[in-house]
């Protein structure tokens, strides 16, 4: 069980980016979270089989999209703000549940690292 993200990076303020995660698997859903530095990991978007879901601090400005052929997640992440800076972490539910909890999510990715300067 792997799961591989890619993509981070340093941007300025308005630029975009792109992260991965590879899963070695298929799940039900698949979901990034963020966690700032001195704060708690929280939700940023998650997509399973009916749709996606985002947080509100990132919808219209962050797209999911998910390869079911390669297990594969993308984030992509425009407009970006300072704010959007932390350690991004994709993960992988294997059942149905509150998409927006961490408890939901059975595996993680070891984190990509997101910085955004003004």
């Known amino acids: 069980v792997q799961l591989q993200a890619s993509g981070g990076g340093a941007m300025q303020a308005g630029g975009s980016l792109r992260l991965s995660c590879a899963a070695s698997?298929?799940?039900?859903?698949m979901g990034w979270f963020r966690q700032a530095p001195g704060k708690e990991r929280e939700f940023v978007v998650a997509?399973?089989?009916?749709?996606?879901y985002y947080a509100d601090s990132v919808k219209g400005r962050f797209t999911i999209s998910r390869d079911n052929a390669k297990n594969t997640v993308y984030l992509q992440m425009n407009s970006l703000k300072p704010e959007d800076t932390a350690v991004y972490y994709c993960?992988?539910?294997?059942?149905?549940?509150?998409?927006?909890?961490?408890?939901?999510?059975?595996?993680w990715g070891q984190g990509t690292l997101v910085t955004v300067s003004s």
């Open positions: 993960a992988a539910a294997k059942y149905s549940g509150v998409l927006t909890a961490t408890r939901s999510y059975d595996y």
């Open positions: 698997f298929s799940s039900y859903a």
């Open positions: 997509v399973n089989w009916s749709g996606t």
